[in-house]
């Protein structure tokens, strides 16, 4: 009895692997590879052929796997949906959140360039601040030019 407990301990799990094998499988439309039951029919063009490469025209046992079709976005989105009032509100947050965010920007480079342009200042600088400065300034530029144009697509929006 210990034998035969042990042999089957040991052929079982290659039982269960060819038996994972020549499971029917395929990618359906969410690119998942699904694997089917065994007796299950392929969806699909290739759903004539059988598991084994013969033709399948006969009554199929067990129930046939299609893969479901994914709902639509927008039929999903019907569940969520923001009521108008709510999201003028958020546009509103959104644009008084950018117009902040673009006033700080402005006075974080008025700074920069007036330490640039004061000789007395600009003098106090090493070669690495004054490289810094001179990149932080460009980066609030950017900055500026990134909110104007976020500010207009919100303002069209509205």
Same mark, same amino acid.
């Given at each position: 009895?210990?034998? =035969?407990?042990?042999?089957?301990?040991?052929?079982?799990?290659?039982?269960?692997? $060819?038996?994972? /094998?020549?499971?029917?499988?395929?990618?359906?439309?969410?690119?998942?590879?699904?694997?089917?039951?065994?007796?299950?029919?392929?969806?699909?063009?290739?759903?004539? /052929?059988?598991s #084994?490469?013969?033709?399948?025209?006969?009554?199929?046992?067990?129930?046939q $796997?299609?893969?479901? *079709?994914?709902?639509?976005?927008?039929?999903?989105?019907?569940?969520?949906q923001?009521? $108008?009032?709510e999201?003028?509100?958020?546009? *509103?947050?959104?644009? =008084? /959140?950018?117009?902040?965010?673009?006033?700080?920007e402005?006075v974080?480079?008025? =700074?920069?360039? *007036?330490?640039?342009?004061?000789?007395?200042?600009?003098?106090?600088?090493?070669?690495?601040?004054?490289?810094?400065?001179? #990149?932080?300034t460009? $980066?609030?530029?950017?900055?500026?030019?990134?909110?104007h144009?976020? /500010?207009?697509?919100a303002?069209?929006? *509205?």
């Open positions: 009895m210990a034998l =035969s407990c042990a042999t089957l301990w040991c052929i079982s799990p290659a039982v269960l692997y $060819a038996q994972a /094998i020549d499971a029917p499988r395929y990618i359906n439309a969410q690119g998942v590879e699904v694997i089917q039951g065994r007796r299950a029919a392929k969806p699909g063009p290739s759903a004539g /052929i059988d #084994e490469g013969g033709d399948a025209s006969g009554p199929v046992s067990g129930a $796997a299609i893969p479901k *079709r994914p709902e639509p976005a927008r039929v999903m989105a019907a569940g969520y923001i009521a $108008a009032g999201q003028q509100q958020r546009d *509103r947050d959104r644009l =008084s /959140i950018l117009e902040e965010e673009m006033h700080a402005n974080a480079l008025e =700074s920069k360039i *007036r330490v640039l342009q004061d000789p007395a200042m600009r003098a106090k600088l090493d070669a690495e601040q004054l490289k810094r400065l001179q #990149e932080t460009l $980066a609030h530029e950017k900055n500026i030019r990134a909110l144009s976020e /500010i207009g697509r303002k069209k929006n *509205r």
